[in-house]
């Protein structure tokens, strides 16, 4: 029972960084305040958001492999491939401002140019539309675990 608390703590933990990542780089992702320090550090928080979000997927592995419920169970659960599925989207879709964020930040250390208004708009809406399928995640875990949905 100790080895679950740890992992859904570790798990829980993991999520929390990842959330507060991705809400700091929505912050921050604002043309009236972009700058060159905005822009170093927009690029530095997409690194965490990266790496806190590969031990979301970690810790959440961890969970299928030693938790109680076991492997089989869990991965026999539609909720469970609807969330790695929500998972899986957001990555792909966290691509797109990670690749224009390093493209800036080129910029900025280059020739300190910034990016166009437009381009952090469109920047800025594809980081809320992750945050938005991100909140959808916690909802299909909380079914999971009350048996909402299990086979």
């Not at 700091?24 to 790496?51: F, H, K």
């Not at 909720?79 to 080129?106: D, E, N």
């Not at 280059?110 to 995640?137: C, D, N, Q, W």
Request: a positive charge; proline letters at 3%; one cysteine or more.
């Amino acid at each position: 029972m100790t080895t679950e608390a740890l992992l859904a703590y570790a798990h829980l933990l993991a999520i929390l960084a990842t959330a507060t990542f991705l809400a700091s780089q929505a912050a921050l992702c604002r043309s009236e305040w972009l700058n060159a320090a905005a822009v170093q550090r927009l690029a530095r928080i997409d690194l965490l958001y990266g790496v806190s979000a590969l031990l979301v997927l970690a810790t959440g592995l961890a969970r299928t492999w030693w938790g109680v419920k076991g492997f089989g169970w869990y991965w026999s659960q539609p909720l469970l491939h609807a969330k790695v599925t929500l998972f899986v989207v957001i990555g792909v879709l966290s691509l797109v401002p990670t690749l224009r964020l390093r493209r800036w930040l080129q910029a900025v250390r280059a020739t300190g140019t910034l990016p166009l208004p437009a381009e952090v708009k469109a920047t800025r809406r594809l980081v809320m539309i992750e945050a938005h399928l991100l909140a959808l995640i916690p909802l299909l875990a909380v079914f999971l675990a009350r048996g909402v949905g299990t086979r």
